[in-house]
Nanobody
């Protein structure tokens, strides 16, 4: 089992910055891609950013140039640095981790989410 714990959410003004953290614990062997998703009221959950074990990244078009995902494999932690925040970034942000076993079976784990609110 893998447990994910998000932190760093809160209320911020438009144009402000926040850094989200997600720490993985438990059976953390073979954690592969980790990422951040978000879900706004009335909308489906969407991928925000993802990062592989080797550091390759992928971002949603809406956040390119503003958000940066990174990870510290030694600490089993993934981060999301968010700058130039907009009201439309308001959502619950969820951490996701992918684990592949010896038989190439893939499991996904989710955190409980952290609220990000961008408002004056």
């Amino acid at each position: 089992q893998v447990q994910l714990m998000e932190s760093g959410g809160g209320l911020v003004q438009p144009g402000g910055s926040l850094r989200l953290s997600c720490a993985a614990s438990g059976s953390i062997f073979s954690l592969n891609t980790m990422g951040w998703y978000r879900q706004a009221p009335g909308k489906q959950r969407e991928l925000v950013a993802a990062i592989t074990r080797g550091g390759s990244t992928n971002y949603a078009d809406s956040v390119k140039g503003r958000f940066t995902i990174s990870r510290d494999n030694a600490k089993n932690t993934v981060y999301l640095q968010m700058i130039s925040l907009k009201p439309e970034d308001t959502a619950v942000y969820y951490c996701n981790a992918e684990q592949t076993d010896l038989f190439l079976s893939v499991r996904n784990y989710w955190g409980q989410g952290t609220q990000v609110t961008v408002s004056s």
